[in-house]
């Protein structure tokens, strides 16, 4: 079956750094994604992990550890606009198929 | 790069009514996608194309959901009869091939059958 776990919601203030937690247990693995999406928006790409470790991007960082089924998401110097919802999503073996997770929806307070 | 678009945006309908979604993938991209979006399901994948053929249709939720896709710009998503309970955003989306390209998202439509 498919399981990606993530938190509901996080608070976090602006200008802190923040991290959001994704496990999974999926029948296949072809790399993890996150999505960033704003209220009334549509999803939009902000990572890939396929290997073990970090992967840095400006204010935002992903980690993988494929052994361990986990990932997460590390945000920097928080922004007030940072405040969205946050998309764990596994790429199935046939490299077409993304599994999502709830998502875990950051607020960002002054 | 148009993106991908969604037509209509909005959609109000009347229980019992067909309504059809349409998208326009991102030109080169081989790979469509609809999902739905509800706030207890989350989102959920209901069907992709690859080539504009069909390859996993396991999560149309019933027979009064179908979707084709005749030529690789374009796509439709079709609910008859629709009920209250398909009120949700629905997400078309496009890839090429190759594991380490994400998803392109198109605006989405949000539909409401009252």
């Known amino acids: 079956g498919q399981n990606i776990d993530q938190p509901t919601e996080m608070t976090a203030t602006e200008g802190a750094i923040v991290q959001i937690n994704c496990t999974y247990q999926?029948?296949?693995?072809?790399?993890l994604f996150w999505y960033q999406q704003h209220a009334g928006e549509a999803p939009t790409f902000l990572s890939y992990?396929?290997?073990?470790g970090l992967e840095e991007k400006g204010r935002f960082s992903s980690f993988l550890s494929r052994s361990k089924g986990y990932s997460y998401l590390l945000l920097k110097e928080l922004q007030m606009k940072d405040s969205a919802s946050y998309l764990c999503?596994?790429?199935?073996?046939?490299?077409?198929?993304?599994?999502f997770g709830q998502g875990t929806e950051l607020s960002v307070k002054p | 790069d148009a993106g991908v678009i969604q037509s209509p945006r909005h959609e109000v309908t009347e229980m019992g009514q067909e309504v059809t979604l349409r998208c326009k993938p991102i030109?080169?991209?081989?790979?469509l996608f609809w999902y739905r979006q509800t706030m207890m399901r989350g989102l959920e994948l209901l069907i992709y194309?690859?080539?504009?053929?069909?390859?996993?249709d396991s999560g149309m939720p019933e027979d009064r959901f179908s979707a084709k896709m005749p030529n690789a710009s374009f796509s439709t998503l079709k609910i008859q009869p629709s009920e209250p309970r398909d009120s949700a955003v629905y997400f078309c989306?496009?890839?090429?091939?190759?594991?380490?390209?994400?998803?392109?998202f198109g605006s989405g439509t949000r539909l409401t059958v009252v």
């Open positions: 992990n396929v290997l073990d």
């Open positions: 999926t029948s296949g693995f072809n790399g």
């Open positions: 194309f690859n080539n504009n053929v069909p390859i996993d």
């Open positions: 030109s080169g991209h081989d790979y």
């Open positions: 989306a496009s890839k090429r091939t190759g594991a380490n390209y994400g998803y392109t």
């Open positions: 999503a596994v790429m199935d073996n046939q490299g077409g198929k993304l599994i």
